[in-house]
């Protein structure tokens, strides 16, 4: 009987629910994003309101692809850690904290793109487990310091057992957590957060950028 209950743990049919949920966005004015015309964007380390330690850096690493695909030329995140570090910056607040204008002194840059992290990780709620990416970001005008837009990004992956009553379930949710926690499943779902919060041309999203060959052809 005890083998029959560990086949049936072990061949149990899993299911994954991923779920995205942005903010809806109405009657967005993008006239300050048109006018100011980025053609560059700074992506600066994420502040972490989340209780994982690891969730900035998984997010920060993710973050770049979006915007480049979307036709903006991004700063290698390796090369402006490194000057923040030569300047004395380690802390994402401190960086966060600094002019508009000190920013582009020093790198250059149309705009910087804040991040927050309000959660990330997984959870265990008795009979399913979950993983959480919730995003904000803000895109700010270094040369004037106007903001051109703000986003928001929720991707919430969920996964239980269909079967084997409730015994099965609660050994499921416990198997799935156990495979969350050891697989970093956070930094893919946080992958999937960056791609939707920031691919432009979306209701309320970025617009494109001028590499793009969507540029002011299809913007919203």
Same mark, same amino acid.
């Given at each position: 009987?005890?083998?029959?209950?560990?086949?049936?743990?072990?061949?149990?049919?899993?299911?994954?629910?991923?779920?995205?949920?942005?903010?809806?966005?109405?009657?967005?004015?993008? +006239?300050?994003?048109?006018? +100011?015309?980025?053609?560059?964007?700074?992506?600066?380390?994420?502040?972490?309101?989340?209780?994982?330690?690891?969730?900035?850096?998984?997010?920060?690493?993710?973050?770049?692809?979006?915007?480049?695909?979307?036709?903006?030329?991004?700063?290698?995140?390796?090369?402006?850690?490194?000057?923040?570090?030569?300047?004395?910056?380690?802390?994402?607040?401190?960086?966060?904290?600094?002019?508009?204008?000190?920013?582009?002194?020093?790198?250059?840059?149309?705009?910087?793109?804040?991040?927050?992290?309000?959660?990330?990780?997984?959870?265990?709620?008795?009979?399913?487990?979950?993983?959480?990416?919730?995003?904000?970001?803000?895109?700010?005008?270094?040369?004037?310091?106007?903001?051109?837009?703000?986003?928001?990004?929720?991707?919430?992956?969920? +996964?239980?057992?269909?079967?084997?009553?409730?015994?099965?379930?609660?050994?499921?949710?416990?198997?799935?957590?156990?495979?969350?926690?050891?697989?970093?499943?956070?930094?893919?779902?946080?992958?999937?957060?960056?791609?939707?919060?920031?691919?432009?041309?979306?209701?309320?999203?970025?617009?494109?950028?001028?590499?793009?060959?969507?540029?002011?052809?299809?913007?919203?």
């Amino acid at each position: 009987m005890i083998k029959a209950t560990l086949w049936r743990i072990a061949t149990a049919a899993f299911f994954l629910a991923l779920t995205g949920c942005a903010v809806p966005t109405k009657n967005v004015d993008y +006239s300050a994003f048109r006018e +100011s015309r980025p053609t560059s964007i700074l992506v600066l380390p994420p502040l972490n309101s989340s209780v994982d330690i690891d969730a900035p850096e998984a997010v920060l690493a993710q973050a770049t692809l979006p915007l480049a695909e979307s036709g903006y030329y991004v700063f290698p995140v390796a090369v402006v850690q490194e000057t923040f570090r030569k300047n004395g910056l380690d802390n994402a607040g401190d960086i966060h904290a600094l002019p508009p204008s000190k920013l582009h002194e020093i790198f250059g840059a149309d705009a910087a793109l804040y991040m927050d992290v309000k959660r990330y990780g997984s959870s265990y709620a008795v009979l399913a487990s979950s993983v959480v990416v919730e995003l904000d970001a803000t895109l700010l005008d270094l040369r004037s310091g106007q903001k051109l837009w703000t986003g928001k990004e929720m991707v919430v992956e969920q +996964s239980g057992s269909r079967g084997g009553g409730l015994i099965g379930m609660l050994v499921s949710a416990a198997i799935n957590q156990i495979a969350n926690t050891l697989s970093n499943r956070s930094f893919v779902v946080a992958a999937m957060a960056n791609q939707r919060l920031l691919t432009a041309g979306q209701p309320g999203g970025l617009l494109y950028g001028p590499r793009s060959a969507h540029y002011e052809l299809e913007q919203p």
